[in-house]
């Protein structure tokens, strides 16, 4: 179940709230602005495969929790939106347009690395990206649907945000094998991850 298949019954994109640490959560306010019964539009939530739980707040807000919130990775696709006008210098982290591009190139070497370590580009599985850093970068990837509508306010900060998760989860939970680790359906699952990840920061090739 992705953010797509979830707007499409709400009528518009889901907004993710919290950390997704414990649990992944969107809420919607779709039923106040379409004038629907809140509870009847609940049941046909809670029919997607992937949904957990459905709970109508007291605000009439919709509260959805998804089981496998990986699975929003097969929806992400490759911007085409102009790079903020960040300088290139100098190239370390006190400048945004350095992390961003950085988080891009890194990225990027993955899907090579990927390749050449045998990593299967097949049989993703989205629930095995449910490690603590892969859980950060979904959370804010989890706002391109809304963004798509309207990149502002804060779209350069967006970036910013999305890089230093993809760099954190690059470090500490490795897309390929490590020394003598065999390439498995968890590498798959990081490896895609990798992929939507260069696909939303802009950026070179290498760096």
């Known amino acids: ?29 779709a ?21 957990s739980l459905v709970e109508v707040r ?26 903020p006008p960040w300088p290139d210098f100098p190239r370390t982290w006190d400048n945004p347009g350095f992390v961003v591009r950085y988080g891009h190139a890194r990225a990027r070497a ?3 690395w990927a390749r050449e370590l045998g990593v299967a580009p097949e049989g993703f599985r989205g629930e095995l990206l449910d490690g603590p850093y892969d859980r950060r970068v979904l959370r804010v990837l989890a706002e391109l649907p809304g963004r798509a509508v309207s990149r502002e306010p804060g779209w350069e900060t967006y970036l910013v945000r999305l890089a230093l998760a993809y760099h954190d989860a ?12 065999p390439p498995g359906p968890v590498h798959t699952a990081r490896v ?15 760096m």
């Open 1 to 29: 179940m992705t953010p797509a298949e979830l707007a499409e019954v709400l009528g518009e994109p889901p907004v993710p709230e919290g950390t997704w640490e414990a649990e992944a959560v969107y809420v919607s306010a």
């Open 31 to 51: 039923a106040l602005r379409r004038k629907v019964p809140a509870e009847s539009l609940a049941g046909r939530v809670r029919e997607l495969d992937g949904v």
């Open 58 to 83: 007291r605000d009439g807000f919709l509260r959805i929790v998804v089981s496998r919130p990986g699975e929003l990775v097969a929806g992400v696709a490759p911007l085409d939106i102009p790079e």
């Open 110 to 112: 993955v899907l090579r």
């Open 170 to 181: 690059h470090e500490h939970a490795p897309a390929v094998p490590v020394g003598d680790q």
């Open 192 to 206: 895609r991850l990798a992929g939507a990840v260069a696909g939303v920061l802009p950026g070179p090739e290498r």
